[in-house]
């Protein structure tokens, strides 16, 4: 049965003038629905993905990944041993880092589930799958705020070395290579203690820059 003809004419019997270019779009939009439904792997963007791994139990038998433990894959190839799995904070990667949760082997029965992990830590991650941020409460999550921002609870750390950069501030309005933070109240971080006053913080050097006073 040819599907597309009998939808032209459909199309046709409704008026449509543009038929031919309404039923190309909408084939064009099933098929890459479908080819991407069904690509086995997690998708994270820039040619990443996250690729199940192989489980087995305290005597050697090969059990099931049911969770999706994986590791990061670039174009098929392995970038990491690291175990990952894709969280609710992930939205893939963005300027070079991507959100996931990291899982460690624990020996401890207390502290690990069925498949001898641990329970899970947030992180971002770099594009050689190195951490960057992690978060020692389960509870909180780093946030990718862009380039190499991101922040934790109350502060704002430098991706590329870890480190605190400045508190968040009373108010703080993203634009779309830089934040402006108002530090109007005495917050204080055993790394970093700003003066009050209006700052900007760019997202590609992290470097802060003080526009003004609190009047």
Do not use: Q
Not at 74 to 94: E, Q, T
């Amino acid at each position: 049965m040819n599907y597309k003809s009998n939808f032209l004419s459909y199309l046709g019997m409704l008026g449509l003038e543009d038929k031919y270019g309404v039923i190309d779009s909408l084939f064009s939009d099933i098929v890459d629905h479908e080819e991407n439904k069904r690509y086995p792997y997690e998708k994270l963007g820039d040619d990443y993905d996250l690729r199940p791994i192989d489980l087995k139990d305290d005597k050697g038998n090969d059990i099931p990944n049911t969770s999706k433990y994986c590791n990061l894959y670039l174009n098929g190839n392995k970038v990491s041993d690291k175990v990952f799995r894709k969280g609710g904070m992930c939205n893939g990667f963005k300027d070079g880092y991507c959100s996931l949760i990291y899982y460690t082997k624990e020996k401890t029965k207390s502290k690990r589930n069925n498949e001898g992990f641990n329970f899970g830590t947030h992180v971002i991650i770099n594009a050689l799958g190195e951490i960057k941020l992690k978060v020692d409460n389960s509870l909180d999550h780093p946030y990718h705020i862009g380039g190499h921002l991101a922040s934790i609870r109350d502060y704002i750390y430098d991706l590329r070395t870890g480190k605190v950069i400045t508190p968040k501030g009373s108010t703080t309005i993203s634009g779309s290579d830089f934040i402006i933070i108002e530090h109007r109240y005495g917050w204080h971080n055993k790394e970093v203690t700003l003066p009050l006053g209006i700052y900007k913080l760019d997202f590609k050097t992290a470097e802060i820059i003080k526009l003004g006073d609190i009047k």
